[in-house]
Nanobody, 125 residues
Framework: QLQLVESGGGLVQPGGSLRLSCVVSGKPPDWYALGWFRQAPGKEREGVACRTLSGGSTNYGDSVKGRFTISIDNDKKSVYLQMNLLKPEDTAIYYC??????????????????WGQGTQVTVSS
């Protein structure tokens, strides 16, 4: 059983930056990926970013490409999401996840099997 705990959410102005962190308890299998999903009010959950534990594959949702960066620190068993140039439409609850099928290029193929409790990110002036 894996447990994930996110931190780092908050209120930020448009154009600002925020860094989310997630600590993973337990040892995911080597073929797993770690990633982030988000869910805005009234909308479906969407994949934001993922990266394999080996570092061989990294992919992003179209709406965040060029603005968000995912990274993994295997020693600290942590995954991070650096979010720059934030927009009001980035407002959502962000969830840290493990992905048992790795990190496919297509977001629709991301299969998250363990989820954190979520952290709120609000982008507003």
């Amino acid at each position: 059983q894996l447990q994930l705990v996110e931190s780092g959410g908050g209120l930020v102005q448009p154009g600002g930056s925020l860094r989310l962190s997630c600590v993973v308890s337990g040892k995911p299998p080597d073929w797993y990926a770690l990633g982030w999903f988000r869910q805005a009010p009234g909308k479906e959950r969407e994949g934001v970013a993922c990266r394999t534990l080996s570092g061989g594959s990294t992919n992003y949702g179209d709406s965040v490409k060029g603005r968000f960066t995912i990274s993994i620190d295997n020693d600290k068993k942590s995954v991070y999401l650096q979010m720059n140039l934030l927009k009001p439409e980035d407002t959502a609850i962000y969830y840290c996840v493990t992905l048992e099928a790795g990190c496919p290029r297509r977001v629709s193929r991301w299969e998250a099997n363990f989820w954190g409790q979520g952290t709120q990110v609000t982008v507003s002036s």
